[in-house]
């Protein structure tokens, strides 16, 4: 997850009288550029984020800027027209010489200070977050580039992982006018737009790319991994799926052996009932590695372990199912069994005269030829 933008933080005048205010300057335009890489280690995705602000300044100036972005790598660049300058650290023992920010009394998770951008108006963050320095702007315009790289919040649950992207727009609004905002989004090959807040995007190639003329609404954008085909299927089909089109041919394979071998039906029948259920449930938790070495990378699936705990009542209602069928193909069946199953559906009484045999799709005479 990343929230991130700039904008001149709030100096109560007592302190420091000189500073001017974000009212005397505009930015024309801001340009954000999302590099999406991988990491080739562990196979996530991250990003480098390039953004360009064109600030129009009434006067040659010192402007101190305070640029907040959760969640970065250390290493960053700032330039101005061009030059490279530094920022100034902030660390727990110096961050008093800074009078917009201010140590929370109730801490939450590792948000341990705020910032403000205006007076009454603060935002918990952590003070690795913060990029602060002062701008040399000249008279007219001016532009001012900051790169950094940034972890994306990802949900690891679920063969799909889904990475988060956010950008707060919060300080655009302490300007004294704020142009347009060019997003534009390099996927690079190594991710799919899942989707946005920004509404439809145009495409250039594998970059897709969004114009905002408003800046009422943070940025929300959502990737994942780009999937081949072979992905999209086995996503499609989930471990409940494959495992499923394997029992289907493991159960024909088991009704052709009781069809082939009669004399070894019974012990076919009850060798089945065993290993068909057992082939089920070894391929379903297998698939799961299946599917992720297709997609090429981990994730947690919760406790799937705990489906083997159905395995018995897997076996009891295979067996059942099992032993209908071996009736119906097989055997002639009986007024008893009839009964039976008219008693199940509902029919409390069997007519004398009823035609059994007209029930029957395959009799005892024919049944080697239902293969």
Not at 40 to 64: C, G, M, W
Not at 282 to 295: P, V
Not at 330 to 340: A, E
């Amino acid at each position: 997850m990343l929230q991130a933008n700039m904008a001149q933080p709030y100096f109560e005048g007592s302190r420091n009288a000189t500073m001017y205010g974000n009212g005397n300057y505009s930015v024309l335009d801001e340009v954000i550029d999302i590099d999406i890489r991988k990491d080739s280690l562990e196979n996530n995705l991250h990003a480098v984020f390039k953004v360009r602000y064109t600030i129009q300044s009434p006067d040659k100036v010192q402007l101190p800027l305070l640029f907040l972005a959760l969640y970065r790598s250390p290493s960053h660049r700032i330039k101005v027209n061009g030059k490279t300058i530094s920022n100034q650290e902030l660390t727990p023992l110096n961050y008093t010489k800074f009078p917009f920010i201010s140590k929370l009394k109730e801490a939450t998770d590792d948000l341990s200070y705020s910032i403000a951008y205006a007076e009454n108006e603060g935002i918990a963050v952590r003070l690795d977050d913060l990029i602060y320095f002062n701008a040399p702007l000249q008279e007219g315009k001016n532009e001012v580039y900051i790169e950094y790289e940034t972890d994306l919040g990802s949900d690891t649950y679920g063969f799909l992982r889904n990475y988060s992207l956010k950008y707060s727009l919060y300080p655009s609004k302490f300007w004294k006018s704020f142009g347009p905002i060019q997003v534009r989004l390099h996927l690079n090959g190594l991710a799919e737009l899942t989707e946005s807040n920004l509404g439809k995007p145009e495409y250039d190639t594998d970059t897709a790319k969004w114009t905002l003329h408003t800046t009422d609404k943070d940025l929300d954008i959502v990737i994942n991994h780009k999937t081949s085909l072979a992905g999209k299927i086995v996503l499609w089909l989930h471990p409940i799926g494959i495992a499923s089109l394997l029992l289907i041919g493991m159960v024909l394979l088991h009704v052709k052996l009781m069809s082939n071998y009669p004399k070894s039906r019974k012990y076919f029948f009850w060798l089945g009932i065993i290993v068909v259920p057992a082939i089920f449930y070894t391929a379903f938790f297998l698939s799961f590695d299946a599917i992720e070495w297709i997609l090429g990378y981990t994730s947690k699936h919760g406790y799937v372990f705990l489906y083997v705990v159905t395995y018995p009542i897997f076996v009891l209602l295979y067996g059942l199912s099992l032993f209908f069928l071996k009736a119906y193909i097989f055997q002639r069946p009986s007024r008893t069994f009839f009964i039976m199953i008219s008693f199940c559906i509902g029919i409390q009484e069997l007519p004398d005269n009823i035609g059994i045999g007209s029930y029957l799709l395959v009799s005892q005479r024919n049944h080697e030829s239902f293969f």
